[in-house]
């Protein structure tokens, strides 16, 4: 209830229309149902055969005029009925897509990235269609059955209660047909993805399969997984197979005793009480209390499959970003300094293990600030309290001074530039994808940057240059040549805070170390923290701080920790071993 | 659907597919289809032709009354026609029964009859995946071939469900339908064809201007969904960049014309069915008013029946009416979805067709005892001993004893024909040697060890496994007999114990933890929260990278082969966790021929031989002292001072 509620928000300025539409359909609905009663006492004078032709004309006017009002009606009931429901979809589509963008790191973390797309497209699909059917055909489809109920009392009397039995017996079949069968369904339905899970999973280790020659073994393991997923299909699908024969033994049912005790009562009253134009409108509205059974039966299945995409949209749109621009904020950075105290931080609150523990630091404006920690060791959840993209559990962090938490969020993330570990480019020109550091950036602040990064290089060598267009992922151009691209849209910014998170892992170490001295040379009171795997890429660093499990193991220069640190002389020698020439 | 279709043309399906689709169903359950058929047409029948008995009805009923006219009481008009009426009304109430019958019957065999055709249908394609060759693979991406798993089978689950019985009921319909018309008035027969045709041109007019805007619709969709896919995904790059503003208003922009075209499509598609109901019901008032007139202008009638035209003959016309126009849209409504799950019936035969991958092979693995002469004799059980079975043309058999011997002769190959990207491959591993592949992406590493067991097979040159030619062997057995750890590590869903015992099948719960213990996985394992029966899904997605490799290099271990491939298995795995890693995989490489393929030299440096690949050529080889002494690019990589990928 509450998601309907808060969906129904969504409807905006299609308010209007999402009420003309029903309010057309209950007016085509009348019109279709006075045509079978005019079509009666039509039926009733030919049959009499005392009506001229005049008369005759004018009764099948009235009947062409009231079929074209419908006609009318329904096109009208039609039109807003897009127009709201498509309209819907678009401030669905819009309402998720703004929430998403002010989603934190902790906010997409929990929802995963491909889940996010789905709710925004398919899921808002199903409901558009639920939305659909609710403004069109659930007001049809009650309406039609209760018009066509009192259209038929009032015209047949004693007759019509035929009804009062036929339509309770169908409502209960439906009823306990859908009862049984939609809790079946909902669990094949889980089943069934599964099974398509799997597949996916073979194909992507079909390497895997093939070298152990588990070729009949996962076959046989797919059988029987599909054949489960066959049976209980089967079960549910009985049940609802015994929908059509329902439906027909009520019209049948219906049409018999029209035809047994309707022609009776015609001649036993003298066509008093019934009549032969009766007699076919009676059926005629009989035919529509079912079919409008029939289809709400159907409605209500559409509406339970897509309560569960409405309840996906809702949680996304409700999702409250956990990190949001404070009042007053500041929004001019002093300088690069970079202070943790008492820095405690977990991912989630429920966690156990704290990511970072207890970080004490201080980092002076133009610095270059190693760090070193193997995988795990919350290398780069320390640097992503910077910018505040996480906020700390306890403690502070200070930038230029002053605790992060007070400024301005983009003043904040465009004096700290992130060059990211899972980096992506988008679609667009270098140019474009470039210009992302900064909109107004001239072509000779641009090439300027490339050139800090080592990437103008091998940006001159491709025929298009700066166009040249990145495809989608970056996928046209080496790892390297991302990461260079990356740096270079990073320096654009002219940030007081540069944080490379293993920017240059795909990079040799030669074009590295051009690109560290080129950022001494050229942005000395820049702050630079490296995230690196490489202790070529931080030993001529001013400070070193070697992570190990969230804590800080180490701080000092490369001959310090060569001297002092356990972990940093392990790693050291690792990559040194053997014979490293000079 | 709109997902699944999106990106792929929708080309119109072969004109065999739908007979195959149909030859597929009926050759596989003649019985229940016959049935279905038989029941199908009775039901259908079963449903119109009461239109012929309220005629009978209505007859009787008009005798009744002229004969009251002339001075008959009711009582005694009943009387008179009361048996007549319940012949009619028994004769229709056994009819109905009939029908009901054959409904209950058709819904029902039809829904399981579908059910074991799309398990059927998987189970087909699935195993026939199974036997394709890696190139497959390797060709088609896996977002397509899921996408015949999901989209297709359920379009075609539809076209078996919905659209083809709906076809044969509404075919079986519209000719009962036309015969009862022409039974009772030609006249009025043409009346409602006129109309239908009315109704047929209306509909083709607006259906395509729909289709049209729905093309357009389906293009603006695909629009939104890849910018919100790119967007997203990119999530953390836009926060960084503060660049949310500027992605909101793009997206609003697409997201409006989406909407536009969205509207436009589903107006056309939205006013079809009142146009339709109502030219139905203009139809209704015509078939009344022209009947009414040609009832009272006393019109000769002509019809089968040789009735005259009266109002018993009209009523029925007005359900007739009805049911024809019905029919008429229903076939001109699954039209649309019979292409598209045709297209989708050819895309999944496509797949069932393809050519499996060919094994002349005949020489397989064994399990052998050894007597102290060295002579192999072949056993039932695992002994530890492998050999190879080598059956000869003359009907002896000789067995050859496993040793991991592999030698490649000037071995060219290419993936394509015509573009050789191997060239003059010569290599020589001994028994326990470890080979070591190095070069930049695309210098042909992986293809090597993709030769060996066979994924792929060489254009010129021989490979020779102790002393055997790999073609000779069967694939299996040779696949059998190499392990094999790649860069990226897949795990299936099921514990980690099932994960390990995928080496070997029949592997007791001991030899999995032994093979833990080895892999120096085993202290992770039991740290977890169910030890070894912690079910892992998504692809071990709750484990570290190292952790997840480790249990790769578990699996690889309990198998046990004599030969091991190292597919980069530790170069997404960070030095601290490589060191753990390493340890299992020394383990694992102990007394086996190995090929290693890394990008970080560290891994590499104790092989008993290094081969530098570029652009397909072995460049340099030899030990890693051997190679530091010749100052060439293995040098200059080890220095730093190059980096293939650049």
């Known amino acids: 209830m509450k998601t309907i509620k808060r969906l129904a928000k969504c409807i905006g300025v299609y308010k209007k229309n999402s009420i003309l539409s029903p309010i057309f359909v209950s007016l085509e609905v009348i019109m279709e149902?006075?045509?079978?009663?005019?079509?009666?006492?039509?039926?009733?004078?030919?049959?009499?055969?005392?009506i001229e032709i005049p008369t005759l004309s004018i009764y099948g006017g009235i009947l062409v005029a009231l079929a074209l009002l419908s006609l009318t009606f329904g096109a009208?009931?039609?039109?807003?009925?897009?127009?709201?429901?498509?309209?819907?979809?678009?401030?669905?589509?819009k309402e998720l897509y703004e929430n998403s963008q002010n989603f934190s790191f902790e906010n997409i973390d929990k929802f995963s990235s491909s889940s996010l797309v789905t709710r925004m497209t398919t899921d808002v699909t199903n409901v558009q269609q639920s939305f659909m059917m609710i403004i069109r055909t659930a007001i049809r489809s009650p309406l039609m059955f209760i018009f066509s109920i009192i259209m038929a009392f009032s015209l047949a009397g004693s007759m019509a209660v035929i009804f009062v039995i036929v339509v309770p017996i169908l409502l209960f079949a439906l009823l306990m047909i859908m009862k049984k069968a939609m809790p079946i369904f909902k669990k094949v339905f889980k089943k069934y993805d599964r099974l398509n899970s799997s597949v996916q999973e073979n194909i992507k280790g079909m390497r895997v399969v093939k070298s152990f020659v588990r070729e009949d073994y996962e076959s046989e393991k797919f059988r029987n997984a599909s054949e489960d997923v066959r049976n209980d299909f089967i079960r549910a699908e009985k049940i609802l197979a015994y929908n059509n024969p329902v439906m027909q033994l009520c019209m049948y049912a219906l049409m018999l005793f029209v035809c047994f005790f309707g022609s009776r009562l015609i001649i036993s009253s003298n066509e008093a009480a019934f009549d032969v134009g009766k007699f076919s409108a009676l059926l005629t509205y009989g035919m529509q209390i079912l079919s409008s059974l029939m289809m709400l039966s159907m409605i209500f299945v559409m509406l339970t499959m897509s309560g569960e995409s409405a309840r996906r949209i809702c949680e996304v749109i409700d999702e409250k970003s956990t990190i949001t621009n404070p009042e007053n904020a500041i929004t001019a950075v002093k300088n690069g300094d970079i202070d943790f105290s008492n820095v405690n931080f977990k991912y989630a609150k429920r966690a156990e293990k704290y990511a970072l523990e207890n970080i004490n630091l201080h980092i002076s404006s133009g610095q270059t600030v190693g760090i070193i920690g193997g995988t795990g060791s919350s290398k780069s959840s320390l640097i992503q309290l910077i910018p505040r993209l996480y906020d700390v559990t306890d403690g502070s962090v200070s930038v230029g001074g002053i605790d992060v938490r007070s400024y301005d969020l983009d003043t904040l993330r465009n004096e700290v530039a992130v060059v990211l570990q899972k980096n992506v480019l988008f679609s667009g020109t270098i140019k474009e994808n470039l210009r992302w550091g900064n909109e107004f950036a001239t072509d000779e602040e641009i090439e300027h940057v490339c050139k800090l990064a080592c990437a103008d290089e091998f940006i001159n060598s491709f025929p298009n240059g700066y166009d040249t267009y990145i495809e989608q992922g970056g996928t046209n151009v080496s790892g390297g040549q991302k990461q260079r691209l990356c740096i270079a849209r990073a320096l654009l910014k002219k940030p007081k805070i540069l944080i490379l998170d293993d920017s240059t892992s795909a990079?040799?170490?030669?074009?590295d170390a051009f690109i560290r001295k080129a950022m001494r040379d050229e942005i000395p009171n820049t702050t630079k923290i490296i995230i690196a795997q490489r202790i070529s890429s931080v030993e001529d660093a001013d400070m070193i701080i070697v992570l190990d499990d969230g804590k800080i193991n180490g701080i000092g220069t490369h001959e310090e920790l060569i001297a002092t640190n356990a972990i940093y002389n392990e790693v050291y020698t690792s990559q040194t071993k053997g014979a490293k020439m000079e | 659907m709109n997902k699944g279709f999106r990106g792929r043309p929708m080309k119109k399906a072969k004109k065999g597919t739908l007979g195959r689709v149909l030859k597929f169903l009926f050759s596989s359950y003649k019985l229940p289809l016959t049935v279905v058929l038989i029941c199908m047409i009775l039901s259908t029948i079963a449903q119109i032709c009461p239109g012929v008995f309220q005629q009978l009805i209505l007859e009787k009923v008009q005798l009744a009354l002229a004969d009251m006219k002339l001075g008959m009481s009711p009582s005694g008009a009943l009387e008179l026609y009361f048996d007549d009426i319940t012949v009619i009304c028994l004769t229709l109430l056994a009819v109905y029964v009939v029908g009901l019958i054959s409904s209950f019957i058709y819904n029902r065999t039809m829904a399981i009859t579908t059910q074991k055709f799309l398990d059927k249908l998987r189970n087909t394609m699935f195993g026939k995946m199974q036997k394709l060759p890696i190139k497959y693979f390797d060709t088609h991406s896996h977002g397509d071939i899921m996408s015949y798993y999901t989209n297709d089978i359920d379009t075609l689950r539809q076209l078996v469900s919905q659209s083809v019985p709906q076809l044969i009921m509404s075919a079986v319909t519209i000719i009962t339908v036309l015969v009862l018309m022409l039974y009772f008035s030609v006249w009025m027969t043409l009346i409602v064809i006129v109309g239908v045709f009315a109704m047929i041109i209306v509909t083709k007019v607006i259906g395509g201007g729909s289709a049209k805007y729905f093309v357009k619709q389906q293009k603006a969709l695909g629009k939104v969904e890849g910018y919100v896919e790119e967007m997203i995904h990119g999530q953390k790059v836009v926060k960084v960049f503060c660049h949310e503003e500027k992605s909101i208003q793009e997206f609003t922009a697409l997201n409006d014309k989406l909407c536009e075209d969205a509207t436009s499509a589903n107006k056309y598609a939205n006013i079809l069915m009142p146009i339709m109901n109502n030219i139905g019901h203009i139809l209704y008032a015509l078939i009344i008013f022209i009947g009414g007139v040609l009832v009272l202008a006393e019109v000769p009638n002509i019809s089968l029946s040789g009735k005259p035209l009266d109002i018993s003959t009209l009523i029925p016309f007005i359900g007739f009416s009805k049911s024809f126009t019905m029919n008429i849209s229903q076939v001109s409504q699954q039209f649309n979805a019979i292409a598209m799950a045709l297209a989708g019936a050819e895309r999944i035969f496509e797949v069932i067709d393809e050519e499996p991958e060919v094994d002349y092979g005949y020489v397989t693995l064994v399990n052998a005892t050894e007597d102290k002469?060295?002579?192999?004799?072949?056993?039932?059980?695992?002994?530890?001993?492998?050999?190879?079975?080598?059956?000869?043309?003359?009907?002896?058999v000789t067995y050859t004893k496993v040793r991991g011997d592999v030698r490649l002769n000037q071995v060219d190959f290419g993936y394509v024909e015509d573009k050789i990207v191997l060239h003059d491959i010569s290599l020589y591993a001994e028994p326990g040697q470890k080979i070591a592949f190095v070069g930049a992406t695309g210098a042909g590493k992986t293809t090597i060890t993709?030769?060996?067991?066979?994924?792929?097979?060489?254009?010129?040159?021989?490979?020779?496994?102790?002393?055997?030619?790999?073609?000779?062997?069967?694939?299996d057995d040779l696949r059998r007999s190499m392990g094999i750890v790649l860069q990226d590590v897949n795990l299936f869903t099921g514990t980690?114990?099932?994960?390990?015992?995928?080496?070997?099948?029949?592997?007791?719960?001991?030899?999995?933890?032994?093979?833990?213990?080895?892999?120096?996985?085993?202290?992770?394992?039991?740290m977890l929260p169910d030890g070894y029966n912690t079910v892992l899904s998504g692809d071990g997605s709750g484990l570290s990278q190292g952790q997840r490799q480790l249990i790769s290099i578990a699996r690889a271990a309990v198998a046990d082969p004599p030969v091991m491939i190292l597919d980069e298995a530790t170069s997404s795995i960070d030095t601290r966790t490589e060191a753990i890693v390493s340890a299992g995989m020394d383990a694992l490489m102990q007394g086996r021929t190995v090929f290693v393929i890394a990008h970080r030299l560290s891994t590499i440096k104790n092989s008993n031989v290094i081969m530098v690949l570029d652009h397909g050529r072995i460049i340099e080889r030899g030990s890693h002292e051997d190679l530091l002494a010749q100052k060439g690019k293995y040098y200059q990589l080890y220095t730093g001072s190059f980096d293939f990928d650049e």
């Not at chain 1, 149902?33 to 005392?50: H, M, N, R, T, W």
């Not at chain 1, 990079?507 to 074009?511: A, L, P, S, Y």
């Not at chain 2, 002469?373 to 002896?396: C, F, M, V, Y």
Request: with cysteine; proline share 2%.
């Open chain 1, 76 to 93: 009208l009931a039609g039109t807003h009925c897009s127009i709201a429901s498509c309209g819907f979809a678009k401030n669905l589509r």
């Open chain 1, 33 to 50: 149902c006075l045509i079978p009663f005019v079509a009666s006492k039509l039926l009733k004078f030919i049959q009499d055969g005392e």
């Open chain 2, 450 to 475: 993709n030769l060996i067991n066979r994924f792929y097979d060489i254009a010129d040159g021989k490979i020779r496994y102790d002393g055997i030619n790999i073609n000779k062997i069967k694939k």
């Open chain 2, 496 to 526: 980690v114990m099932d994960n390990i015992r995928y080496g070997k099948l029949d592997a007791t719960d001991e030899e999995c933890i032994n093979a833990a213990k080895r892999a120096n996985a085993h202290s992770f394992i039991s």
């Open chain 1, 507 to 511: 990079v040799d170490t030669r074009t």
């Open chain 2, 373 to 396: 002469q060295g002579n192999l004799t072949e056993s039932e059980k695992r002994t530890g001993i492998w050999a190879w079975k080598h059956p000869h043309g003359d009907g002896s």
